[in-house]
């Protein structure tokens, strides 16, 4: 009997993996990780949780795949739809229709249950694979649509007359600001904005949800090669996104960095939620440049991220590369193709599927 290329847990999905192009470099950065996490949860192995507490203080959690795709991803009625629009959050911005990493719908009634962004990251990554491997970390590159989900995020919990107005009430501790796109007309309220915004999380810490999906995949040091233990996933809540962009000092700043103008986009976008009931974020992001560059939001080396991810899976990854052959099915890794680093090591590494 002929084998049939696939992916653990994914009886239903808008890619099909019989086809050489559902394998390519894009598509399987998010489709291994869906399957990843649907592989640890037939084991019962939950993902790490990384929320903020009332201090905004990130702590680590866990967090059940139920809960996580807000399905069993092993249900038959577990649908997994990549690249697609999130239904529930396209009331709160304008424009065109922007793609999230993927969609878990419920197939018996299309209704869309989670939208998540996914990050697949290499450890460790240039900034620290000559140290020891419990300061090991990873690049996180977020794009500007990721800061509009964390928006739509925050606004969904806003939803109400009276959620709005509890919103409006701390965004307005600062002062007007008439020219947003003039850095020295905003530089000066940076901490208000700054202040406001952790105000928000702070409020809301209880309702914070998953947005991003990292699993980690270790090689040893900077070789091609997978550690023996070499993968698991983390998970950011929306609120720990913000945290992202609070490493450093910001109570007296003289210029705006990538990280100061991802809360700025953030405050404007809710401000301008609670005002117009819609923000147009590429909009906001084009006029709110500030001489940066927007092809990302920002990026964290390892040195930094460390700090979020630290933990004992990243010395001891809790699923092995021989346990990948349970994950990529019926020779689903003859398909690949090697552009990206993860696919490279899966290529070089037949043994593991032995």
Aim: hydrophobic share 35%; net charge neutral.
């Amino acid at each position: 009997m002929a084998q049939i290329p696939g992916l653990f847990g994914q009886k239903h999905s808008s890619r099909d993996y019989t086809k050489a192009d559902s394998w390519g470099k894009n598509q399987f950065n998010s489709s291994f990780p869906a399957s990843l996490v649907a592989y640890m949860y037939s084991k019962d192995i939950k993902p790490i949780y990384i929320k903020t507490n009332k201090r905004n203080e990130t702590v680590h959690d866990e967090i059940d795949s139920v809960d996580l795709f807000g399905i069993d991803p092993l249900s038959e009625n577990a649908y997994y739809n990549f690249e697609a629009g999130f239904a529930p959050y396209e009331k709160y911005y304008q424009g065109d229709r922007e793609h999230i990493d993927l969609v878990m719908l419920d197939y018996s009634t299309g209704k869309p249950l989670s939208g998540l962004e996914v990050k697949l990251t290499a450890l460790p990554d240039n900034t620290t694979k000559s140290q020891s491997e419990s300061e090991w970390g990873t690049e996180i590159v977020m794009r500007p649509p990721t800061i509009c989900f964390l928006a739509c995020s925050i606004c969904e919990n806003y939803g109400t007359t009276k959620g709005k107005e509890r919103l409006r009430s701390m965004l307005r501790k600062v002062p007007q600001i008439n020219h947003w796109e003039e850095i020295e007309e905003v530089l000066p309220h940076y901490s208000k904005i700054l202040n406001s915004v952790l105000a928000v999380s702070t409020d809301m810490c209880a309702k914070q949800k998953p947005l991003i999906i990292q699993p980690i995949w270790k090689t040893e040091g900077n070789k091609m090669r997978l550690k023996d233990d070499c993968l698991d996933v983390y998970v950011w809540s929306n609120l720990s996104i913000i945290q992202m962009c609070c490493t450093e000092d910001s109570s007296n700043i003289s210029r705006l960095n990538r990280f100061h103008r991802t809360v700025i986009w953030l405050y404007k976008m809710l401000l301008d939620y609670v005002t117009y009931d819609t923000f147009d974020y590429k909009r906001i992001i084009r006029l709110q440049s500030y001489n940066l560059a927007n092809d990302k939001a920002f990026s964290m080396p390892g040195v930094k991220s460390r700090a979020f991810l630290k933990n004992e899976q990243i010395v001891t990854p809790r699923i092995s590369k021989f346990e990948i052959k349970n994950i990529i099915l019926g020779g689903g890794q003859d398909l690949l193709s090697p552009e990206r680093r993860f696919d490279a090591v899966l290529v070089n590494s037949p043994d593991i599927f032995e």
